[in-house]
């Protein structure tokens, strides 16, 4: 169906991962917005000022990394490393990225980044309505781990 577009599309638009900073929090928050309350944990917005202050101390909390992606910016990664060498991710992807096959490659280079960090899995909390997403750790090899509170888990063994 759409593979020789994504292919066009990945040799066109090389991605790689670089750490975000507070220049990156205002249109993070913007695409987060942008997506139902549903689809996260908190099941609500945040104010933008609520969110520069999350985001400036997940930037200074040692076992959260923020990637973000492209060149303009299309996307937004966070790890939560727990001690046991295993992490929840968690990816936004730019409105006018979304469906293109961004998500895949973006997951493959977090996982390699992963890898060379030494972790030995991942984990996505999914929302059971968000099937964009429920597709895309499928399709990069998660495999669910069950339901809790209406969030589906999806682990990768690294």
Known sequence: ?????RVAAAL????????A??????????????????????????????????????LRTPNRRLFVAGTPMIAHLRLDISDTGNAIVSIILAPNARDAGHGLRLLSLLSNTCRAEGLSALT?????????????FRSAGYTETG????FYNFTLKL
Do not use: Y
Not at 12 to 19: D, H, T
Not at 23 to 51: G, M, N, Y
């Open 21 to 58: 900073s507070m220049v990156d929090a205002k249109i993070i928050w913007q695409w987060r917005d942008t997506l139902p309350d549903s689809h996260f944990k908190a099941s609500t917005k945040s104010s933008l000022q609520d969110h520069l202050a999350w985001f400036s101390g997940a």
């Open 1 to 5: 169906g759409r593979g020789a577009p």
């Open 124 to 136: 996505a909390k999914i929302q059971i309505k968000n099937t964009p997403s429920i597709a895309l």
């Open 147 to 150: 339901l809790v509170d209406g």
């Open 12 to 19: 066109e638009c090389p991605l790689s991962l670089r750490p």
